[in-house]
Each structure stands twice: as structure tokens, then as C-alpha cells.
């Protein structure tokens, strides 16, 4: 996925696809005051999108040419907060566990400097509709 195809809201909050890793797109979003919450750290509700425009572009790498005839939409997630974002570049990751004929399963995780040290982790389950003509 390119960085035009991102979303209206990913666009708008600043993230871009970093690089890729073993093919899977890796999101980053620089810190900055649109994502603030408490004063010096990441508002949950940006981590949390991040995490979903993580697992979306996972699926769609996935799926790849499949992705055209489907409208992916989120019926579950979870999301653990592990630590507090502070001002520094993030970046997001989605793993696809499984893809069946109606469900994929996506797990997500959020990083900073360390990737060993997470900022969230959390997964999403998609039901995998076709687009109504």
C-alpha cells in the first residue's frame, strides 16, 4: 500500500509506511501535538489507530490483488496499553495470523525506540465481505 492510498485519518494524523518488513508494510507516525493526550505522551485513541491502520495494511498486503473485491471491516478489537508514549517517532506492525473465506485475524504491535520494549499490542479480527456492486 502506498503512502497516497493510506487513509484520510492516517494521512492526517502523519503516518507513512517506514519500510517494509519480510514484505509487510511498517507504519511510523513522528510525535506531534494532534496525538497528545496528558501532557508529553501519545493519546490512547491515536496508539489505537495506529494499531488498526497497522492491521489494514497488513491484511491488504495479504491479500494482495484479493483485497480489490473485498471491504474489510473490523468486528473485534483488543488492544493491551503496555507503556506510555512519550515524544518520539512510533512505528506499528501487523502480523496476519490467519485469513479464512470470511474472517482474518491480525495481530498488532506499537513500538518506539526499542522493539523489544512495546508500546501496545492488541489484536483485530476482520470480517471479510465482498463489495456490494
Given at each position: 500500500?502506498?503512502?497516497?492510498?493510506?487513509?484520510?485519518?492516517?494521512?492526517?494524523?502523519?503516518?507513512?509506511?517506514?519500510?517494509?518488513a519480510?514484505?509487510?508494510?511498517?507504519?511510523?507516525?513522528?510525535?506531534?501535538?494532534?496525538?497528545?493526550?496528558?501532557?508529553?505522551?501519545?493519546?490512547?485513541?491515536?496508539?489505537g489507530?495506529?494499531?488498526?491502520?497497522?492491521?489494514?495494511?497488513?491484511l491488504?498486503?495479504?491479500?494482495?490483488?484479493?483485497?480489490?473485491?473485498?471491504?474489510?471491516?473490523?468486528?473485534?478489537i483488543t488492544?493491551?496499553?503496555?507503556?506510555?508514549?512519550?515524544?518520539?517517532?512510533?512505528?506499528?506492525l501487523?502480523?496476519?495470523?490467519?485469513?479464512?473465506?470470511?474472517?482474518?485475524?491480525?495481530?498488532?504491535?506499537?513500538?518506539?525506540?526499542?522493539?523489544?520494549?512495546?508500546?501496545?499490542?492488541?489484536?483485530?479480527?476482520?470480517?471479510?465481505?465482498?463489495?456490494?456492486?
Amino acid at each position: 500500500m502506498s503512502q497516497s492510498k493510506l487513509p484520510p485519518y492516517a494521512r492526517a494524523m502523519g503516518m507513512e509506511i517506514d519500510r517494509l518488513a519480510d514484505g509487510t508494510p511498517v507504519v511510523a507516525m513522528d510525535f506531534a501535538v494532534r496525538a497528545q493526550g496528558r501532557p508529553g505522551y501519545l493519546h490512547g485513541g491515536a496508539i489505537g489507530g495506529m494499531l488498526e491502520i497497522a492491521a489494514y495494511v497488513a491484511l491488504y498486503a495479504e491479500l494482495a490483488e484479493d483485497a480489490q473485491g473485498m471491504q474489510l471491516k473490523p468486528v473485534n478489537i483488543t488492544i493491551e496499553f503496555l507503556r506510555g508514549g512519550t515524544p518520539q517517532r512510533t512505528f506499528a506492525l501487523g502480523q496476519v495470523i490467519r485469513t479464512g473465506r470470511r474472517v482474518a485475524n491480525v495481530r498488532v504491535e506499537a513500538w518506539q525506540a526499542d522493539r523489544d520494549k512495546l508500546v501496545a499490542s492488541g489484536w483485530i479480527n476482520f470480517l471479510l465481505a465482498p463489495k456490494k456492486a
